[in-house]
């Protein structure tokens, strides 16, 4: 196989395997639909109607319309909608695309925690981070968690507390005035 340094058409054809379910003579359900009783083949003339759309429903931009099904358990919304918006914007083969839709995962899990306490219910992180099935079966990759943790928030708290820092130094300046 040639490794080709641009971007050149190819002829779906010349795939093997490209579209081998678009023959309805070629469909390997064939003899389950006959037996069934099942009596439509597949037919691109005949497509299922389109789900509607009721609510923001983001979509790739390789496809000019949204796909017949799709699920809509919660609309993008917040922080983390505003990140998946712009991450739509770009081909799903850039990273433009997915990183930020990683950080949006990050942002909605966080928005749902605040949620959750601007609501009185305080979440138990312990529980739905998986800690008791890390404790029973990966207890080194449970400490090593702990502890990475415990020196990040040590390491947060020194860094602006000012503890590190030496108080009685004096600027330039002040030494300047207290010489005189």
């Not at 990140?83 to 081909?91: F, G, P, T, V, W």
């Amino acid at each position: 196989m040639k490794d080709n340094a641009i971007n050149t058409p190819i002829d779906p054809k010349q795939i093997k395997g490209w579209g081998i379910d678009a023959d309805p003579k070629n469909d390997p359900t064939y003899p389950m639909r006959h037996r069934m009783n099942v009596g439509e083949d597949p037919d691109s003339k005949h497509r299922p109607t389109l789900q509607h759309v009721d609510e923001e429903v983001l979509k790739s931009i390789e496809r000019p319309n949204v796909s017949a099904v799709f699920g809509t358990p919660e609309p993008p919304r917040g922080l983390s909608g505003l990140i998946r918006r712009q991450a739509y914007k770009y081909s799903e083969n850039q990273y433009k695309h997915w990183l930020p839709m990683i950080l949006a995962d990050r942002v909605d899990m966080i928005e749902g925690v605040l949620d959750d306490l601007a609501h009185g219910h305080v979440p138990n992180i312990f529980a739905e981070r998986g800690a008791k099935m890390d404790w029973k079966y990966n207890r080194s990759g449970f400490f090593t968690r702990l502890a990475t943790i415990s020196l990040l928030t040590a390491g947060t708290i020194v860094l602006f507390s000012g503890k590190g820092k030496n108080k009685n130094k004096r600027s330039k300046k002040q030494r300047r005035y207290q010489d005189l």
